[in-house]
Protein backbone atom coordinates (compact mmCIF):
# COMPACT_ATOMS: atom_id res chain seq x y z
CA UNK A 1 0.00 0.00 0.00
CA UNK A 2 2.88 2.65 0.61
CA UNK A 3 4.37 1.50 -2.86
CA UNK A 4 0.97 2.44 -4.40
CA UNK A 5 0.73 5.75 -2.73
CA UNK A 6 4.09 6.61 -3.59
CA UNK A 7 3.68 5.47 -6.88
CA UNK A 8 0.75 7.84 -7.65
CA UNK A 9 1.15 10.84 -5.23
CA UNK A 10 -1.12 10.10 -2.93
CA UNK A 11 -0.73 9.95 0.97
CA UNK A 12 -1.26 5.97 2.05
CA UNK A 13 -4.65 7.28 3.74
CA UNK A 14 -6.16 8.51 0.50
CA UNK A 15 -4.87 4.80 -1.13
CA UNK A 16 -6.27 3.10 1.55
CA UNK A 17 -10.02 4.94 1.12
CA UNK A 18 -9.69 4.10 -2.74
CA UNK A 19 -8.96 0.30 -1.67
CA UNK A 20 -12.37 0.34 0.51
CA UNK A 21 -14.50 2.24 -1.73
CA UNK A 22 -14.77 5.09 0.43
CA UNK A 23 -16.83 8.08 -1.12
CA UNK A 24 -14.70 11.19 0.02
CA UNK A 25 -11.94 10.37 -3.00
CA UNK A 26 -12.02 12.63 -6.28
CA UNK A 27 -12.68 10.53 -9.21
CA UNK A 28 -9.41 11.47 -10.77
CA UNK A 29 -7.51 10.28 -7.68
CA UNK A 30 -9.20 7.24 -7.41
CA UNK A 31 -8.48 6.84 -11.23
CA UNK A 32 -4.90 7.47 -10.77
CA UNK A 33 -4.69 4.61 -7.79
CA UNK A 34 -6.58 1.83 -9.69
CA UNK A 35 -4.30 2.45 -12.55
CA UNK A 36 -1.18 1.90 -10.55
CA UNK A 37 -2.64 -0.79 -8.47
CA UNK A 38 -3.17 -2.49 -11.66
CA UNK A 39 0.28 -1.50 -12.90
CA UNK A 40 2.36 -3.19 -10.42
CA UNK A 41 0.02 -5.73 -9.46
CA UNK A 42 -1.06 -4.82 -6.68
CA UNK A 43 -3.73 -7.64 -5.26
CA UNK A 44 -5.17 -5.71 -1.82
CA UNK A 45 -5.67 -8.77 0.80
CA UNK A 46 -4.46 -12.01 -1.25
CA UNK A 47 -0.55 -11.23 0.30
CA UNK A 48 -2.35 -11.63 3.82
CA UNK A 49 -4.57 -14.11 3.42
CA UNK A 50 -2.41 -16.34 0.79
CA UNK A 51 -3.07 -19.47 3.38
CA UNK A 52 -6.72 -18.71 3.18
CA UNK A 53 -7.48 -20.66 -0.37
CA UNK A 54 -9.57 -23.19 1.18
CA UNK A 55 -11.01 -20.81 3.96
CA UNK A 56 -14.96 -19.79 3.18
CA UNK A 57 -16.87 -16.97 4.47
CA UNK A 58 -20.61 -17.00 5.27
CA UNK A 59 -22.96 -14.37 4.17
CA UNK A 60 -26.44 -14.90 5.94
CA UNK A 61 -28.84 -12.16 4.93
CA UNK A 62 -33.13 -12.08 5.02
CA UNK A 63 -33.39 -10.15 1.73
CA UNK A 64 -32.21 -10.71 -1.82
CA UNK A 65 -33.95 -9.03 -3.75
CA UNK A 66 -33.45 -5.70 -3.16
CA UNK A 67 -30.88 -3.59 -5.23
CA UNK A 68 -29.55 -2.83 -2.13
CA UNK A 69 -28.43 -5.85 -0.97
CA UNK A 70 -26.85 -6.45 -4.77
CA UNK A 71 -24.87 -4.09 -4.63
CA UNK A 72 -23.78 -4.79 -1.15
CA UNK A 73 -23.27 -8.06 -1.91
CA UNK A 74 -20.97 -6.84 -5.12
CA UNK A 75 -18.49 -5.49 -2.12
CA UNK A 76 -17.89 -8.51 -0.60
CA UNK A 77 -17.72 -10.97 -3.69
CA UNK A 78 -14.86 -8.51 -4.90
CA UNK A 79 -12.91 -8.52 -2.15
CA UNK A 80 -13.59 -12.27 -0.79
CA UNK A 81 -12.74 -13.30 -4.00
CA UNK A 82 -9.46 -11.02 -4.31
CA UNK A 83 -8.54 -12.69 -0.23
CA UNK A 84 -8.66 -16.25 -2.03
CA UNK A 85 -11.79 -16.75 -0.26
CA UNK A 86 -14.84 -18.62 -0.91
CA UNK A 87 -18.23 -16.71 -0.58
CA UNK A 88 -21.20 -18.99 0.27
CA UNK A 89 -24.72 -16.81 0.56
CA UNK A 90 -26.87 -18.47 3.40
CA UNK A 91 -30.81 -17.40 3.97
CA UNK A 92 -31.58 -17.73 7.12
CA UNK A 93 -32.01 -21.56 8.03
CA UNK A 94 -35.71 -22.41 9.15
CA UNK A 95 -37.59 -19.53 10.72
CA UNK A 96 -37.40 -20.65 14.11
CA UNK A 97 -33.37 -20.94 13.84
CA UNK A 98 -32.84 -17.43 14.99
CA UNK A 99 -34.69 -17.87 17.87
CA UNK A 100 -33.96 -21.67 18.65
CA UNK A 101 -30.07 -21.86 20.58
CA UNK A 102 -29.55 -25.34 20.16
CA UNK A 103 -30.58 -25.72 16.20
CA UNK A 104 -28.23 -22.40 15.37
CA UNK A 105 -25.50 -24.46 17.38
CA UNK A 106 -26.03 -27.35 15.50
CA UNK A 107 -26.13 -25.06 12.09
CA UNK A 108 -22.56 -23.09 12.65
CA UNK A 109 -20.52 -26.32 14.01
CA UNK A 110 -21.40 -27.44 10.56
CA UNK A 111 -20.42 -24.44 9.23
CA UNK A 112 -17.06 -24.35 10.63
CA UNK A 113 -16.67 -27.65 9.97
CA UNK A 114 -16.72 -27.19 5.97
CA UNK A 115 -14.00 -24.74 6.58
CA UNK A 116 -15.99 -21.20 7.30
CA UNK A 117 -13.96 -18.83 9.37
CA UNK A 118 -16.11 -15.43 9.37
CA UNK A 119 -19.63 -14.77 9.42
CA UNK A 120 -20.91 -11.69 7.98
CA UNK A 121 -24.90 -10.55 8.64
CA UNK A 122 -26.62 -8.23 6.24
CA UNK A 123 -29.39 -6.22 7.85
CA UNK A 124 -30.44 -8.67 10.06
CA UNK A 125 -31.87 -8.82 13.38
CA UNK A 126 -28.76 -8.39 16.40
CA UNK A 127 -28.77 -10.42 18.69
CA UNK A 128 -29.71 -13.25 16.74
CA UNK A 129 -28.91 -17.59 17.58
CA UNK A 130 -26.87 -17.71 14.66
CA UNK A 131 -24.42 -14.82 15.57
CA UNK A 132 -24.71 -16.34 19.12
CA UNK A 133 -23.88 -19.50 17.98
CA UNK A 134 -21.26 -18.14 16.01
CA UNK A 135 -19.67 -16.37 19.06
CA UNK A 136 -19.67 -19.26 21.10
CA UNK A 137 -17.62 -21.05 18.56
CA UNK A 138 -15.23 -18.45 18.07
CA UNK A 139 -15.91 -17.58 14.40
CA UNK A 140 -15.72 -13.85 13.79
CA UNK A 141 -18.92 -12.00 13.22
CA UNK A 142 -19.37 -8.82 11.26
CA UNK A 143 -22.87 -7.30 11.14
CA UNK A 144 -23.53 -5.11 8.01
CA UNK A 145 -26.71 -2.25 8.25
CA UNK A 146 -27.92 -4.96 11.74
CA UNK A 147 -31.36 -4.08 12.34
CA UNK A 148 -30.15 -3.46 15.95
CA UNK A 149 -26.79 -1.40 17.09
CA UNK A 150 -27.02 -1.64 21.00
CA UNK A 151 -25.79 -4.92 20.82
CA UNK A 152 -21.87 -3.84 21.33
CA UNK A 153 -20.43 -7.40 21.27
CA UNK A 154 -21.07 -7.86 17.29
CA UNK A 155 -18.46 -5.38 15.67
CA UNK A 156 -21.01 -3.93 12.89
CA UNK A 157 -20.34 -1.65 10.02
CA UNK A 158 -22.93 1.28 8.49
CA UNK A 159 -22.71 4.57 7.13
CA UNK A 160 -24.17 7.92 8.70
CA UNK A 161 -27.75 7.11 8.83
CA UNK A 162 -28.57 10.41 10.96
CA UNK A 163 -26.36 12.77 9.14
CA UNK A 164 -27.62 11.14 5.73
CA UNK A 165 -31.27 11.99 6.54
CA UNK A 166 -30.29 15.55 7.55
CA UNK A 167 -28.43 16.51 4.32
CA UNK A 168 -31.52 15.11 2.20
CA UNK A 169 -34.02 17.37 4.35
CA UNK A 170 -32.08 20.42 4.50
CA UNK A 171 -31.66 20.10 0.71
CA UNK A 172 -35.24 20.30 0.17
CA UNK A 173 -35.41 23.28 3.04
CA UNK A 174 -32.76 25.14 0.87
CA UNK A 175 -35.09 24.73 -1.99
CA UNK A 176 -38.07 26.63 -0.28
CA UNK A 177 -39.78 23.52 0.84
CA UNK A 178 -41.29 23.96 4.20
CA UNK A 179 -44.02 20.99 4.12
CA UNK A 180 -41.80 18.35 3.78
CA UNK A 181 -43.09 14.59 4.49
CA UNK A 182 -41.49 11.72 5.96
CA UNK A 183 -41.87 7.90 4.15
CA UNK A 184 -39.45 5.53 5.99
CA UNK A 185 -38.92 1.99 6.92
CA UNK A 186 -40.57 0.05 9.93
CA UNK A 187 -39.38 1.88 13.65
CA UNK A 188 -37.94 -1.24 14.87
CA UNK A 189 -34.81 -0.83 12.15
CA UNK A 190 -31.99 1.20 13.80
CA UNK A 191 -30.59 2.57 10.70
CA UNK A 192 -34.48 3.79 9.29
CA UNK A 193 -34.73 5.39 12.82
CA UNK A 194 -31.29 6.96 12.68
CA UNK A 195 -32.13 8.95 9.57
CA UNK A 196 -35.41 9.78 10.83
CA UNK A 197 -34.09 11.12 13.28
CA UNK A 198 -31.96 13.42 11.03
CA UNK A 199 -35.07 14.05 9.00
CA UNK A 200 -36.24 15.79 12.37
CA UNK A 201 -32.98 17.64 13.26
CA UNK A 202 -33.26 19.38 9.97
CA UNK A 203 -36.46 20.87 10.26
CA UNK A 204 -35.68 21.71 14.08
CA UNK A 205 -32.75 23.32 12.89
CA UNK A 206 -34.99 25.52 10.22
CA UNK A 207 -37.51 26.28 12.55
CA UNK A 208 -40.06 24.23 10.96
CA UNK A 209 -42.77 22.64 13.21
CA UNK A 210 -43.61 19.07 12.89
CA UNK A 211 -46.49 17.69 11.38
CA UNK A 212 -47.46 14.06 12.68
CA UNK A 213 -49.72 14.10 9.55
CA UNK A 214 -46.28 14.08 6.85
CA UNK A 215 -44.98 11.14 8.81
CA UNK A 216 -45.24 7.44 7.77
CA UNK A 217 -43.36 4.57 9.09
CA UNK A 218 -43.92 1.08 7.21
CA UNK A 219 -40.95 -0.81 4.98
CA UNK A 220 -38.19 -0.50 3.01
CA UNK A 221 -40.61 -1.39 -0.15
CA UNK A 222 -41.98 0.45 -3.55
CA UNK A 223 -45.32 -1.00 -2.30
CA UNK A 224 -44.87 1.06 0.39
CA UNK A 225 -43.72 3.84 -1.06
CA UNK A 226 -46.92 3.71 -3.25
CA UNK A 227 -49.34 3.12 -0.49
CA UNK A 228 -48.22 6.24 1.56
CA UNK A 229 -47.26 8.60 -1.30
CA UNK A 230 -50.66 8.55 -2.26
CA UNK A 231 -51.62 8.92 1.39
CA UNK A 232 -49.82 12.52 2.01
CA UNK A 233 -50.13 13.61 -1.76
CA UNK A 234 -54.24 13.78 -1.39
CA UNK A 235 -53.94 15.03 1.75
CA UNK A 236 -56.30 18.93 1.87
CA UNK A 237 -52.97 20.01 2.26
CA UNK A 238 -50.50 17.76 0.47
CA UNK A 239 -46.65 18.65 0.96
CA UNK A 240 -44.03 19.86 -1.59
CA UNK A 241 -41.26 17.54 -0.79
CA UNK A 242 -41.17 13.93 0.61
CA UNK A 243 -37.91 12.43 2.30
CA UNK A 244 -37.88 8.94 1.54
CA UNK A 245 -36.05 6.16 4.15
CA UNK A 246 -34.92 4.65 0.93
CA UNK A 247 -34.28 4.65 -3.11
CA UNK A 248 -37.44 2.08 -3.27
CA UNK A 249 -39.48 4.12 -0.79
CA UNK A 250 -38.60 6.87 -2.87
CA UNK A 251 -39.15 4.94 -6.48
CA UNK A 252 -43.32 3.81 -4.73
CA UNK A 253 -43.30 7.99 -4.10
CA UNK A 254 -42.73 9.02 -7.97
CA UNK A 255 -45.23 5.87 -8.88
CA UNK A 256 -47.80 7.77 -7.15
CA UNK A 257 -47.10 11.37 -7.81
CA UNK A 258 -47.37 10.20 -11.44
CA UNK A 259 -50.92 8.57 -10.93
CA UNK A 260 -51.53 11.46 -9.16
CA UNK A 261 -50.82 13.36 -12.02
CA UNK A 262 -48.65 15.55 -9.76
CA UNK A 263 -45.32 16.98 -11.84
CA UNK A 264 -41.61 15.78 -10.08
CA UNK A 265 -39.97 18.03 -9.26
CA UNK A 266 -42.48 20.95 -10.51
CA UNK A 267 -45.11 20.59 -7.61
CA UNK A 268 -43.55 17.84 -5.38
CA UNK A 269 -39.51 17.14 -4.99
CA UNK A 270 -38.55 13.83 -4.15
CA UNK A 271 -35.13 12.50 -2.40
CA UNK A 272 -33.84 8.31 -1.64
CA UNK A 273 -31.52 7.04 0.40
CA UNK A 274 -28.53 4.11 -0.59
CA UNK A 275 -28.38 5.81 -4.36
CA UNK A 276 -28.34 2.52 -5.77
CA UNK A 277 -28.40 1.80 -9.62
CA UNK A 278 -31.72 2.06 -9.83
CA UNK A 279 -31.83 5.84 -9.27
CA UNK A 280 -30.36 6.23 -13.01
CA UNK A 281 -33.51 4.40 -14.09
CA UNK A 282 -36.82 6.58 -12.20
CA UNK A 283 -37.65 9.89 -14.45
CA UNK A 284 -37.12 11.70 -13.24
CA UNK A 285 -33.88 10.66 -11.98
CA UNK A 286 -33.91 10.55 -8.39
CA UNK A 287 -31.82 12.51 -5.52
CA UNK A 288 -30.64 10.55 -3.18
CA UNK A 289 -28.38 10.32 -0.04
CA UNK A 290 -25.13 7.93 -1.33
CA UNK A 291 -24.17 5.39 1.01
CA UNK A 292 -20.65 3.48 -0.14
CA UNK A 293 -22.44 0.09 -0.37
CA UNK A 294 -19.84 -1.74 -2.40
CA UNK A 295 -17.16 -0.15 0.17
CA UNK A 296 -19.28 -1.97 3.17
CA UNK A 297 -19.05 -5.03 1.16
CA UNK A 298 -14.90 -4.83 0.76
CA UNK A 299 -14.85 -3.25 4.54
CA UNK A 300 -16.65 -6.23 5.88
CA UNK A 301 -14.30 -8.70 3.95
CA UNK A 302 -11.97 -7.47 5.63
CA UNK A 303 -12.98 -6.93 8.89
CA UNK A 304 -13.81 -10.55 9.03
CA UNK A 305 -10.53 -11.68 7.52
CA UNK A 306 -8.50 -9.87 9.89
CA UNK A 307 -10.58 -11.02 13.23
CA UNK A 308 -10.07 -14.77 11.81
CA UNK A 309 -6.18 -13.98 11.97
CA UNK A 310 -6.74 -12.40 15.64
CA UNK A 311 -6.56 -8.47 14.64
CA UNK A 312 -9.47 -6.67 16.20
CA UNK A 313 -10.94 -3.80 14.68
CA UNK A 314 -10.24 -0.38 16.32
CA UNK A 315 -13.52 -0.07 16.80
CA UNK A 316 -17.09 -2.02 17.45
CA UNK A 317 -19.41 0.01 15.19
CA UNK A 318 -17.45 1.26 12.50
CA UNK A 319 -19.57 3.68 9.94
CA UNK A 320 -18.82 5.22 6.71
CA UNK A 321 -19.25 8.60 5.45
CA UNK A 322 -23.04 9.46 3.15
CA UNK A 323 -22.83 11.90 0.52
CA UNK A 324 -25.48 13.35 -1.19
CA UNK A 325 -26.43 12.94 -4.72
CA UNK A 326 -28.13 15.74 -6.14
CA UNK A 327 -30.36 14.72 -9.58
CA UNK A 328 -33.73 16.08 -11.40
CA UNK A 329 -36.03 14.96 -8.93
CA UNK A 330 -35.79 18.19 -6.49
CA UNK A 331 -36.05 21.38 -7.02
CA UNK A 332 -37.49 24.97 -6.14
CA UNK A 333 -40.72 25.10 -3.92
CA UNK A 334 -43.69 25.55 -6.31
CA UNK A 335 -45.04 29.08 -5.33
CA UNK A 336 -48.06 29.63 -3.34
Known amino acids: MADVARLAGVSPTTASKVLNGRSDVGANTRELVLGVMAEIGYRPTA ?9 ALVTVLDIVESRYAGTVLQ ?9 QAELLLRLPPGESISTNRT ?3 SWMVEQKKSGVVGLIALAVAVPDSVL ?5 LEVPVVAIDPIDTTESRV ?3 GSTNWAGGRSATEHVIRLGHRRIAWIGGPLGSAPSVERFHGYQAALDSAGI ?6 VRHEAFSVEAGLRHGHDVLTLAERPTAIVAGNDEIAAGVLAAAKELHIAVPGEL ?3 GFDDTPQTEWTAPRLTSVRQPLVGMGRMAVETVLGMADGVQPASRHLQLATTLSVRESTGPAPSS
Open 47 to 55: ARHEQTRER
Open 75 to 83: GILVAATSA
Open 103 to 105: AAR
Open 132 to 136: LAAED
Open 155 to 157: VSI
Open 209 to 214: APDRAL
Open 269 to 271: SVT
